[in-house]
């Protein structure tokens, strides 16, 4: 179970049978829910009777949505791992969290093992489910590490789509077995033998070694379990050689501390075992060791070829360093190779809704950044906002994903700052350095700062779309600040219903803005987009602050492309004016880019009414009042700050993109 949560099992009698009652809580708020639930099932299987021939490591790959946590699910049941529903509907048992099941995405790779008898044999396969969104890429990357071979799963009805082509080159380029799978066959719409020929074009599959299935349907599914055994090599290495297990992922149990998932290379770890790391040379002991069926089931050991958890007392996320190797205490190996740590593209700071509520917010994170091991963290004091930690995601659905999981999971009232992109400062001196705060990003058009140039993170995009929309998508990477644009037909021979595959290299700042709504809105949702890091380019940016009634307010600061300075400083200027509420005194909303201001509001005084009460004649009494408001506001206005309630912020920050 993910650490987050626990379950406890109260022995109750049901319909006079003994079960179990499940109270399933968060640490936070302890909601209790109530079902009926059988007791785990000790597995009867001896984990020592699967050598490497019988197991199969795999992975579901797949572009977003195509049917992998449904093909899962199908897989699940047809091994007798899970029960069948009856219902017909998709449980989508491996997406564990609320945001997966609300939001029907995978963000977290999963594990489970299941048994499946082929022939008079006994097989043990492993399946490491992936999230498909661009953002979770690094997740796809960190689960095929641990596998021999992937389901590449189509859309029967979509077609290949950008996903589709990134990760068939991820497990191609890792040496991979590549079984091809055509899903959503039950689809009217769906043409498998166009689809066919495309993943022969695009792949080049041969269109006979394609399954046709429906996930949701169950159709064909048997033949994907067969075509797992028979076609993806067995694991290798030998339980006589010293220990060295692969770590690929952690989670954390607030009992036990960090669980480590690991694939076992060679050599078997079991309960009591003395390990290290190869990473930290931290030793520790096995205190529990086990599979995930799909939850945690304990075993006496795992050998090699296995996947499974082990525990062994770590007390902080730091020590499960994934892609480290441990190895037996006392035992010299090798480690095997890591693979590329996980790098944050988009940067925002993150401040209680409570200034006091800071403590509780920062160990909140911590914890979530336990099970999400791709977020950077760091503290962060703004004067506006007072204190907060700014942290490093994979993208901007990342940061939303993580930002619903701390309101979920921890009850947190956040606000988050606008995205912002990790730039690059080049010093006259040949100094760099990397800058993800706006605060910090130096006003280059002062020669004190004695900046050479700016350089800003670009990444190589493609997008996929029915050929009509070609113009369109063309003028929004055009406006985009999009060079070296390319396209090419991705069906063999132009013709009925042709795609196109467009190439450009975007700023990346680009498409943490509104880039990837319009690119939705503009190809009617057939475009399908994804993007790989293409390194630094040398950039025209300069740093835009806001000033309420003269002062800079810091947590407003954005970077800005000069060639749209004016139309983002009036813009977002025009926004403060309907978000920030009335004053007792005129205040100036200002954009400036160093000295200068760009755009410029004014939000007109409150004002109160302080003749109300005369009544009749009194002429110059109702003038006295009137000079004395006026007297006392313009005192406010020289000593008084513009009062910028929190709600303020959060307007501003969350409709910036609209
Ligand atoms: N008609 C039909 N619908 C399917 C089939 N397989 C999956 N779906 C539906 O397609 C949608 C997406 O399926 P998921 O299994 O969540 O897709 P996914 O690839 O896991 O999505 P991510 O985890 O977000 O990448 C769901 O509404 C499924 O019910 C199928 O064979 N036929």
Redesign the pocket.
Same mark, same amino acid.
Do not use: C, F, M, W
């Given at each position: 179970m993910q650490g987050l949560w626990w379950n406890t099992c109260l022995r109750i009698l049901v319909n006079g049978k003994p079960g179990y009652k499940c109270v399933v809580g968060t640490r936070r708020c302890f909601s209790v829910k109530t079902s009926v639930w059988a007791p785990p099932k000790a597995l009867s299987v001896d984990m020592e009777s699967f050598t490497p021939d019988t197991i199969r490591n795999f992975s !579901?790959i797949?572009?977003?949505?195509?049917? /992998? +946590?449904?093909?899962?699910?199908r897989l699940l049941e047809l091994t007798g791992t899970i029960a069948k529903k009856t219902s017909g509907k &998709?449980e989508?048992v491996l997406?564990k969290l609320k945001v997966?099941r609300e939001?029907? !995405?995978?963000?977290k790779a999963q594990t489970a093992s299941m048994i499946h008898k082929y022939g008079e044999s006994n097989f043990l396969l492993n399946l490491i489910?992936?999230?498909?969104?661009v953002d979770f890429a690094w997740e796809v990357s960190r689960s095929l590490a641990a596998c021999q071979g992937a389901v590449l799963?189509v859309?029967a009805s979509q077609g290949v789509q950008a996903q589709s082509i990134s990760v068939f080159h991820n497990a191609r380029e890792r040496g991979m077995k590549i079984i091809p799978v055509l &899903?959503?066959?039950?689809?009217p719409a769906s043409e498998p033998e166009r689809i066919a020929e495309q993943m022969k074009a695009t792949f080049g599959i041969d269109p006979s070694e394609i399954l046709h299935? +429906?996930? /949701?349907?169950g /159709?064909g599914v048997e033949a994907v379990l067969e075509a797992i055994i028979d076609r993806i090599p067995a694991p290798q290495g030998a339980k006589e050689d010293p220990l060295k297990a692969f770590l690929f992922d952690s989670l954390y149990d607030r009992y036990r501390g960090v669980i480590s998932l690991v694939s076992v290379q060679q050599g078997s770890i079991r309960k009591g075992d003395k390990i290290v790391s190869c990473h930290t040379r931290k030793r520790y002991e096995v205190t529990d060791v086990g599979i995930m069926h799909p939850e945690e089931v304990p075993t006496h050991c795992l050998n090699p070829g296995q996947v499974g958890y082990i525990a062994c007392g770590m007390k902080q996320s730091a020590e499960a360093h994934v892609g480290d190797t441990l190895h037996r205490a006392g035992e010299k190996v090798d480690p095997l190779e890591g693979f590329k740590p996980a790098k944050a593209m988009v940067f925002a700071g993150i401040f209680p809704i409570e200034n006091s509520e800071f403590p509780k917010l920062e160990e909140s994170i911590n914890r979530l950044t336990l099970t999400d091991r791709s977020v950077t963290v760091q503290r962060e004091s703004s004067s506006a906002l007072g204190q907060g930690c700014r942290l490093g995601f994979l993208g901007t659905l990342h940061m939303d994903v993580f930002r619903q999981r701390l309101e979920d999971e921890y009850d947190a009232s956040v606000i988050v700052t606008s995205p912002t992109v990790p730039y690059k400062i080049i010093f006259m001196d040949g100094r760099e350095k990397v800058v993800s705060n706006p605060t910090e990003f130096p006003e280059v058009t002062d020669s004190s700062t004695r900046v050479r140039e700016v350089q800003e993170p670009v990444v190589k995009a493609s997008m996929i779309v029915p050929e009509e929309y070609m113009g369109e998508l063309m003028e929004l990477c055009f406006q985009h600040r999009g060079e070296n644009l390319e396209h090419r037909y991705l069906d063999a021979g132009a013709g009925r219903a042709s795609r196109i595959i467009i190439t450009c290299i975007l700023p990346l700042s680009e498409i943490v803005t509104d880039f990837f709504d319009q690119l939705k809105s503009r190809s009617s949702g057939f475009a399908s987009f994804d993007y790989e890091d293409a390194g630094y380019k040398k950039s025209d940016l300069a740093k835009m602050s806001f000033l309420l009634n003269g002062k800079p307010v810091d947590a407003l600061a954005i970077i800005v492309h000069r060639s749209k300075q004016d139309a983002t400083g009036r813009q977002w200027v025009k926004k403060l004016h309907q978000v920030i509420p009335k004053q007792l005194f005129e205040v100036p909303i200002q954009a400036a880019i160093g000295r200068k201001v760009i755009a410029r509001e004014t939000l007109k005084a409150l004002r109160a009414d302080v003749t109300a009460g005369l009544y009749g004649g009194h002429y110059e009494r109702k003038m006295k009042h009137l000079e004395n408001q006026k007297e006392s506001k313009r005192k406010m206005k020289k000593m008084g700050s513009v009062e910028l309630p929190q709600e303020a912020f959060f307007d501003m920050l969350s409709t910036k993109k609209s």
């Open positions: !579901i797949a572009h977003i949505d195509h049917g /992998k +946590s449904t093909l899962a699910d &998709n989508q997406d997966e939001r029907g !995405i995978t963000v489910d992936t999230p498909g969104h799963l859309d &899903n959503k066959i039950d689809l299935i +429906s996930a /949701k349907t /159709k």
